[in-house]
């Protein structure tokens, strides 16, 4: 299990671990896993990576659906001292490429079902091993682990060793690896499983995906640092979601879960009678879902906020108020500003630049020290580029994003990378991407396209020229062609005016 003073995330959590016969998860067919299990399990994929001649510190992407053995996967990376970069599975090849030439991995675990066109992929940005997991727990993963040992002396790591690299798509259209460190992710499940009060007693119902931080990190790093369990689902189904809640105390989603939980007639106060909380993040929560599901339930969900690069950064109270349209206090050891545009601290009340210091931030940007720079104040905030205010009562509420981010579904979109593919569609002159208000997905990704003179190019034809290359969360849901985009004196295009004229 690694020895006490060792700071590898692995060894952190199994100090926390129950006995061995203790159930850790439940899948939605009803078979069972325990701690035992997953601590066999993630050894025999840690000997994997070990026997394919890896080494500490590589850089191990997956692109695989969410199944228990995706996580022995990432515990065994972990274990091994190497790197995990987890991968959206709905990402093209054209996506894919850019990651896999980035990160420089050693090993890339995908779906059987692609790994033949993934090959030339992995051959062309020189990534030396290629291994498949599939969505029912077969691959070439998982029959090499079989035949390894079930023991593994977990890795030492030192606190700032890296665990993570996740990307974060920039504004300008490059996407950005971010760079946790095992201390980084420690630090954050450590002050959350206090905060939210995790204890071994927890069921959480775990229906997010895992490749980004909200399933991965916050969800997986709250049970196994209190020694709890999950109900374990591939996705968010509305049916199994209510065949699960009376048998769970804890569900954390997206805005978008508890719209779709609402929409159900047969979800009530009956459903959460097992729950003691109920937690929203990714994206923010309408002031009418948090007040209709108080109605319907009887229950208050507690909104929190964070990110890639930060894990959580607040989060309402556990025992207090919590205030819909808020996303509550700063966690212990994280400090928060709002600032100004001179960098001057603003008093309560005024809006400004959310800024965020404490262990849970990351240490930079892979390979890009100069945007790292520029991320970070001279006296170590990080800049998130989100705005933000104070209230009277120490509530912070986020107001907007500087960085015209549009989260549909809890998933981030970055306008700038739809707007570089539709500009190079033959025929048009410009485009501006923005977020529209959908009652489902919080929002959804919508272009405003100039037309050059003369061209006669349709808003479906952007739309299936852009499902070509970009995920399709990213793709365009409306197209609206226009003569010309509105401009500032400075000539920068007004969103704020398109995102009113088209809500």
């Known amino acids: 299990m690694g020895n006490v003073g060792n700071s590898n995330l692995y060894s952190c959590f199994s100090r926390h671990f129950p006995a061995p016969s203790a159930v850790l998860l439940t899948t939605e067919s009803g078979e069972s896993f325990t701690y035992g299990d997953a601590e066999q399990r993630s050894a025999q994929v840690a000997n994997v990576l070990v026997e394919l001649g890896l080494q500490e510190g590589d850089r191990i992407s997956v692109q695989v659906e969410k199944s228990p053995e995706s996580l022995w996967l990432y515990l065994g990376v972990i274990r091994a001292g190497m790197v995990y970069h987890p991968l959206n599975p709905a990402y093209t090849d054209e996506e894919l490429g850019y990651f896999l030439g980035d990160a420089g991995p050693s090993l890339f675990v995908c779906d059987k079902s692609r790994a033949q066109q993934l090959q030339s992929l992995c051959d062309k940005a020189g990534v030396a091993n290629l291994l498949t997991l599939n969505r029912d727990g077969s691959g070439s993963m998982v029959e090499m682990a079989q035949r390894c040992s079930g023991q593994f002396d977990t890795v030492d790591a030192a606190v700032g060793d890296l665990a993570a690299l996740l990307y974060s798509s920039g504004t300008t259209g490059r996407p950005k690896g971010i760079m946790?460190?095992?201390?980084?992710?420690?630090?954050?499940?450590?002050?959350?499983?206090?905060?939210?009060?995790f204890s071994g007693e927890d069921c959480l119902l775990h229906v997010l995906p895992v490749f980004h931080v909200h399933g991965l990190f916050v969800a997986i790093g709250c049970v196994l640092m209190s020694g709890a369990s999950m109900r374990w689902?591939?996705?968010?189904?509305?049916?199994?979601?209510?065949?699960?809640?009376?048998?769970s105390t804890v569900m954390m989603g997206v805005p978008t879960y508890y719209t779709r939980l609402l929409a159900?007639?047969?979800?009530?106060a009956h459903s959460c009678k097992s729950i003691r909380l109920f937690i929203s993040g990714s994206a923010p929560l309408l002031t009418d879902t948090f007040v209709e599901f108080e109605q319907r339930t009887g229950q208050v969900i507690l909104e929190r906020y964070g990110m890639s690069e930060t894990g959580m950064i607040t989060s309402n109270p556990l025992d207090g108020p919590r205030r819909a349209g808020t996303v509550g206090f700063p966690l212990p050891g994280v400090t928060v500003r709002v600032c100004g545009a001179d960098n001057r601290v603003l008093d309560g009340g005024e809006a400004g630049d959310l800024q965020v210091k404490g262990g849970n931030v990351f240490a930079g940007y892979w390979n890009m020290p100069d945007k790292t720079a520029e991320d970070f104040t001279a006296d170590g905030f990080f800049?998130?580029?989100?705005?933000?205010?104070?209230?009277?009562?120490?509530?912070?509420?986020?107001?907007?994003?500087?960085?015209?981010?549009?989260?549909?579904?809890?998933?981030?979109?970055?306008?700038?990378?739809?707007?570089?593919?539709?500009?190079?569609?033959?025929?048009?002159?410009?485009?501006?991407?923005?977020?529209?208000?959908?009652p489902d997905f919080g929002e959804v990704v919508a272009a405003v396209v100039v037309l050059e003179e003369g061209v006669q190019l349709s808003g479906e034809g952007i739309r299936n020229a852009i499902?070509?290359?970009?995920a399709n969360f990213k793709v365009p849901k409306q197209v609206f062609l226009v003569a010309s985009l509105p401009r500032n004196t400075m000539g920068k295009v007004q969103k704020n005016v398109l995102r009113q004229n088209y809500s």
């Open 233 to 247: 689902l591939p996705k968010f189904d509305v049916p199994a979601v209510l065949e699960n809640l009376p048998h």
């Open 264 to 268: 159900e007639p047969a979800f009530g």
């Open 180 to 197: 946790l460190s095992h201390g980084n992710l420690l630090q954050n499940a450590a002050v959350l499983v206090d905060y939210w009060g």
């Open 383 to 438: 800049i998130t580029g989100d705005k933000g205010l104070v209230d009277e009562g120490g509530y912070i509420s986020i107001v907007g994003r500087s960085k015209d981010m549009v989260i549909s579904g809890g998933l981030n979109v970055y306008p700038r990378e739809i707007e570089q593919l539709i500009d190079e569609l033959p025929g048009v002159l410009e485009s501006a991407v923005i977020g529209l208000p959908d």
């Open 467 to 470: 499902k070509v290359q970009a």
